[in-house]
Nanobody, 112 residues
Framework: VQLQASGGGLVQAGGSLSLSCKVS????????MGWYRQAPGHQRELVAR???????YFVDSVKGRFTISRDYTKNTVYLQMNSLKPEDTAVYYC???????WGQGTLVTVSS
């Protein structure tokens, strides 16, 4: 299984970014997929999750600002991040319940 996250970058507070995770080896339609992040000096945390059927989950700190979605045809999971804050600065990863190698992730830096 390979999970390739991309789309990070530098953005000012209040801005938006859209992350993509190209998945190979498993289907995003039949597996729970999640976006995680790890800020310097902090543990990796779950940010958002999309379930195999219907339903999503967001950590309280991003509710109302982030949206998670998937494209079955591209086997890709997305994270749309709006109203970004400096505390959203982290390396973002995708995974399925942490079952697979994490990969390099994609760095999001939000300047104040």
């Amino acid at each position: 299984v390979q999970l390739q996250a991309s789309g990070g970058g530098l953005v000012q507070a209040g801005g938006s970014l859209s992350l993509s995770c190209k998945v190979s080896g498993i289907s995003v339609s039949t597996n729970v997929m999640g976006w995680y992040r790890q800020a310097p000096g902090h543990q990796r945390e779950l940010v958002a999750r999309i379930f195999a059927g219907v339903g999503t989950y967001f950590v309280d700190s991003v509710k109302g600002r982030f949206t998670i979605s998937r494209d079955y045809t591209k086997n890709t999971v997305y994270l749309q991040m709006n109203s970004l804050k400096p505390e959203d600065t982290a390396v973002y990863y995708c995974n399925s319940q942490g079952r697979f190698p994490w990969g390099q992730g994609t760095l999001v830096t939000v300047s104040s």
